[in-house]
């Protein structure tokens, strides 16, 4: 047992700190700058290369973008999108020994109008960002959060997934082959690794970039009065990435992308399976946090950053000097408990600090997860989907389903004629609902159980609203 005057004369073996002073692990010469984790320490050099490797290595291993496709690069100006540019722009360089060869493409949405920053704040966020994309000499797009008033109702439908390419070995192999094959068509006197190179030249031409359209003061009140009748942060945020992804999947479908890029991270995605399971969204969380998003069918999103911590996107961030823009968003400045997804990054972020080990083992268990598919047929209606986050409705239906089924259609295209320019999707879907169809009578056959949530979180302000716009 201890005792009170026991000396122990250095006895206690000390705990050995890794120091930056150590060698790298990889190459064995330069010394350490960095650790990522206890017992990586990597020189700047290795760093750089075992960074862009893991990018290469996670589009290499899914193999979902095709020679040739048209890439939307989802930029917010954070650390994670900003970093997930330069792996691009890395990738399309000419020294790069093997070259991206897909077409890519810069959106940035303007959310200043639902977090309530002014027209100059907005501008020049707006601007320092504008300088970045333009030094990267890709077209890029600017959409105002405001412009969701104006989207087309078809926005809601999940487009055709028959124009998918088979993800297999042989047919990207193939797909490559063609895609050389036909610029050495097209250009006879360039040899097969100019060919390869010749794609990275076709997003430097100068193209027409800016502001898709300009927004007005109405516009901007309307949004603030539709975020203002959510009542908790809980539900603004929910409700703020359903409009951000429709916005971009607009854009995408406009412009002719296939594939969106998104910047999220390991980090992130840990704290967003834990928050979504909390909101209600569990049946989803296979394509919420997975490599691809198929749900939209004629645009698959991809996440390529998933495998990159928090710590090292800032580290390479700050040894290569990438370009960031701090926005602050609607949790700016929050406590903790104002939002479940608050709740949740603050709860991973200390409890990381204490365990290194929490987030890659909340991102290992999400690998694992996959969705459960329901038998499909010929016969299956196009509201399977939820019209909101358009994933795969999570309620099971009763014996009444036929009957429901055919109601529910007949109030969709009702829906769907609506044509007010003044009017919205959301506010077409939620403020004009009453008038067409009850929510509370047919519930699961319009909407998932967390956005069910969130549209009940704005009834309080619904009636005023709907006699604005009607």
Known sequence: MCQVDEEYNGQLEHRVTPRVSKKCVKCKENTAV???????????GCFKEYFIHKFRAMLGKNRVI???????????GGPASSSMLSQVQEGLSRDAPKKLRFVPGIIYIDEGGASGQSMEERERAVAQLESVFRATNYHYHIVHLEQVLSLPSSVLDAGSSATEKPQ?????KAAVDQFIQTKKNQHPDLSVENAQSHLSSLSMHEVENGVTSPITPEHTQALQKLFASVRTLTAKED?????RQ???????RTQGYTKVMMGDSCSRLAIKLLSNISLGRGASLATDTGFSDPRYGDVVIVRPMRDYSSKEIAYYN?????????IPGLDTKAQDKASIQHLTESFVTKLQTDFPSTVSTIYRTSEKLHTACPPQNTNTQPFAKCLLCVCALDTKLGESHCQCTKTASHHRNVL????????????KLVFLFP???????????LLCYSCRLTIKDMVSERTSITSHYS
């Open 34 to 44: 960095l650790i990522i984790r206890a017992g990586d320490a990597f020189c700047r």
């Open 66 to 76: 095709f020679p040739g496709e048209k890439v939307l690069l989802a930029v917010s």
């Open 168 to 172: 297999t070995g042989s047919s990207y």
């Open 239 to 243: 409700l703020l990435h359903t409009l």
């Open 246 to 252: 429709h916005l971009i999947l607009h854009t995408a």
């Open 318 to 326: 700050r040894m290569f000097d990438i370009p960031s823009v701090f």
């Open 416 to 427: 769907y004629s609506l044509n007010k320019s003044t009017c919205n999707f959301i506010l």
């Open 435 to 445: 008038n067409h169809i009850n929510i509370s009578t047919y519930p699961s056959l």
